[in-house]
């Protein structure tokens, strides 16, 4: 049986992608039991929570970046 999936949050970006790949490719599979299946899924939706939220820290920033009005980087995206 696979372990349990993770609970603290990955530390970039790049890191939640890659557990979230992991953790929809296990549940594709088929083999893990529905107890499994409700822990990946509840994880996957915490990953695309936070994918979300950086991806949206980093839209922002870019329209700070197209303004011309950069000043410090908005609260968030210090973690990449």
């Known amino acids: 049986m696979p372990a349990k999936p993770a609970t603290s949050q990955p530390e970039t970006f790049e890191a939640a992608i890659a557990e979230l790949e992991r953790i929809v490719a296990a549940m594709e599979a088929g083999d893990l039991s529905l107890e499994a299946s409700l ?6 939706i915490a990953l695309l929570r936070q994918c979300r939220g950086t991806l949206e ?24």
């Open 39 to 44: 822990q990946n899924y509840q994880r996957g």
């Open 57 to 80: 820290a980093a839209e922002q920033r870019i329209q700070i970046l197209e303004n011309g009005e950069l000043t410090d980087a908005p609260a968030g995206l210090d973690k990449e």
